[in-house]
């Protein structure tokens, strides 16, 4: 079957670093996105990983084990602002999205 | 226009009634894709199109119909609602170069069954 996994929920300080976890089992395999998504609003763009590895994108990482079926993003010098729910995405061998459920990140002073 | 949008923004609905939600891009993306998004549970797909002309279904397709008359419209029919089509629903498009196949989400539109 295809299965994303990632935690419910995380909370982490203001200025931390936080790192958000994923694991995944799809038929086939061409890459992960991660999306944010604000409450009430529509989830945008964070990353997408094809190959394995750390990308850097400014305070945001993502990392990819296709090996391990798992991958991360990490979120440095935390804001108020990345209060969020992060979604992990993979792409089956169609390249349809298979989505997790989501990490809902709080993010205290 | 710029993006994606949908219409309407909310809608409170009786049950058994017919309803269409309204989805529009003007990126020219070949793919669109309709979700919907329930507390606890990942974005679930409902049907996509993977061009103009063409429609397929998803995860959750029963009770919902779509149709692709062109590239730019994509809009999803519930025929009879019931309560639990009760969700958030987010239309999607990306280019459908058969690559890398980056979403991206309008605003959602938020119905109520009753």
């Known amino acids: 079957g295809q299965n994303i996994d990632q935690p419910t929920e995380m909370t982490a300080t203001e200025g931390a670093i936080v790192q958000i976890n994923c694991t995944y089992q799809t038929s086939g395999f061409n890459g992960l996105f991660w999306y944010q998504q604000h409450a009430g609003e529509a989830p945008t763009f964070l990353s997408y990983?094809?190959l394995d590895g750390l990308e850097e994108k400014g305070r945001f990482s993502s990392f990819l084990s296709r090996s391990k079926g798992y991958s991360y993003l990490l979120l440095k010098e935390l804001q108020m602002k990345d209060s969020a729910s992060y979604l992990c995405a993979a792409t089956d061998s169609n390249y349809q999205l298979i989505w997790g459920a989501g990490t809902k990140l709080i993010i205290k002073p | 226009i710029a993006g994606i949008t949908q219409a309407p923004t909310s809608q409170i609905l009786a049950a058994g009634r017919r309803m269409t939600l309204r989805c529009t891009q003007d990126m020219r993306h070949n793919a669109m894709y309709w979700y919907r998004q329930d507390l606890g549970l990942g974005l679930r797909l409902i049907h996509y199109?993977?061009?103009?002309?063409?429609?397929g279904k998803g995860e959750v397709p029963d009770g919902y119909s779509v149709s692709r008359a062109n590239t730019d419209d994509f809009p999803l029919t519930l025929a009879s609602a019931v309560p639990s089509q009760t969700s958030v629903y987010f239309c999607?498009?990306?280019?459908?170069?058969?690559?890398?196949?980056?979403?991206?989400f309008g605003p959602g539109t938020r119905l109520l069954v009753l």
């Open positions: 199109s993977n061009t103009a002309g063409t429609t």
């Open positions: 999607a498009s990306s280019e459908g170069d058969g690559t890398q196949e980056t979403q991206y």
């Open positions: 990983n094809v």
